[in-house]
């Protein structure tokens, strides 16, 4: 069994699919590691790393991937990649496929059995394969890192002999995994921390983070919950009301995160640009949606943009690759756990169980077609049923797990 590991081509990319720790179980499980050079230079795994735990470097994609039977990838293979790959090679990424037909098309007429990470169901065994929750705590974190390096004052309360300097109250929209850890996150640097979601399971969570939870309580939003544990779509009464109370606490915050994403859709809009312009000058909002159009009015991807009153909107990009090195060694983990189903312990090679509950809900192209049910053609495609907040269902604080 071959394994390959390609360099990220996308330049936005800091991440790796594997880790020096993770080549020595892939060497166990009886495989031959090859690895593209440079392929961990922006996680800070230099390629003697790699080699000490057992991997062969080479020094181009085509070398590392031509005869692998499995490739892992952070993203998506893109057309010039998918030239080296082997014909029925399994390939495991992060896809990104909602309307990406002209790529998933690509995948299959390269006769590559590619599978999608982020469709890893949310059931128990699966846990420790989801990418969206490993990725998305991190992304929680570095919001709240982001917002305090922008924000031009002191988190936390200071009592000192020239005064005393109030803490600065920071507000989460969206309370899955990403909502959660920046909840804790924002709470331990000292922040007056409040939230909201239109789950109305989460408010025990927020609490027990020591933040304060807003919403319009009404009898609706008791019932604002499907049975699989996603948000149901309000009324627009209830829709009103909530605006009013959100855009009336907005006017007094300093600090704003949106997490708020739905697969196959664009990002909700949750902050306009009246809100915006209510905030006090030098107040930071971090959209951590912006690249799926973005939750705040005005943000851009990749920027960070002062209006014209003094707030700032910060829109990065790829906010879990900004912590490369922790992203990618639970991204890794993540693989190595999906990998793990698929290889016959006695023989030591691939062997995909093609009717296993996960393998079928992540297995986009097989045999030169696009096979998902989601994605088989425009027609057919159907996003699943939608999350909530952060695409991810409620979480334990602070942790990411389910």
């Known amino acids: 069994m071959r394994i390959g590991v390609l360099a990220e081509s996308d330049p936005g990319e800091s991440r790796v699919a594997t880790v020096p720790d993770l080549v020595k179980k892939y060497v166990a499980l009886g495989a031959d590691v090859t690895i593209q050079s440079g392929a961990g230079k922006d996680s800070g795994i230099p390629d003697a790393d790699f080699e000490a735990a057992g991997a062969r470097i080479v020094g181009s994609a085509a070398e590392a991937v031509g005869d692998a039977d499995l ?103 969206g309370v899955g995994v990403a909502g959660l850890q920046a909840i804790a996150t924002a709470k331990r640097l000292g922040a007056v921390v409040s939230a909201t979601d239109v789950r109305p399971a989460v408010k025990e969570q927020v609490a027990s983070l020591g933040g304060k939870f807003i919403a319009v309580e009404d009898d609706e939003f008791k019932q604002a919950e499907t049975s699989g544990g996603y948000a149901k779509e309000m009324s627009a009464e209830y829709q009103k009301k909530q605006a009013e109370l959100v855009a009336s606490h907005i006017a007094k915050q300093d600090i704003i995160i949106t997490t708020a994403l739905i697969p196959g859709r664009p990002a909700p809009k949750l902050v306009s640009k ?78 995909v169980k093609w009717d296993d509950e996960l393998v079928k809900a992540t297995n986009l192209t097989r045999d030169g077609q696009v096979v998902h049910d989601s994605f088989k053609s425009k027609s057919e495609a159907s996003a699943p049923e939608a999350p909530g907040f952060d695409a991810t269902k409620p979480a334990t604080p602070a942790t990411g797990e389910k």
């Open 71 to 173: 490739v892992l990838k952070v993203r998506r293979p893109n057309a010039d990649e998918l030239k080296s790959f082997k014909k029925d090679a399994v390939v495991l990424a992060i896809m990104d496929p909602y309307g990406r037909e002209a790529e998933l098309k690509a995948m299959a007429d390269a006769g590559v059995s590619a599978f999608a990470m982020e469709l890893m169901p949310r059931i128990t065994r699966a846990q420790v394969m989801d990418v969206l929750s490993s990725q998305a705590n991190l992304a929680g974190y570095r919001a709240v890192i982001d917002a305090a390096a922008e924000f031009g004052k002191a988190l936390p309360m200071m009592m000192t002999a020239a005064g005393t300097v109030p803490a600065a109250k920071a507000f989460i929209m």
């Open 274 to 351: 009246a809100m915006v312009d209510s905030m006090k000058p030098g107040s930071v909002i971090v959209d951590l949606a912006v690249e799926r159009g973005g939750n705040v009015e005005g943000a851009k991807l990749g920027e960070v943009v002062t209006t014209e009153h003094g707030v700032k909107i910060v829109g990065f990009a790829n906010v879990p690759g900004r912590l490369a090195a922790t992203a990618s060694g639970l991204y890794a983990k993540n693989l190595f756990a999906f990998v793990e189903t698929m290889v016959d312990k006695e023989s030591k090679q691939l062997a």
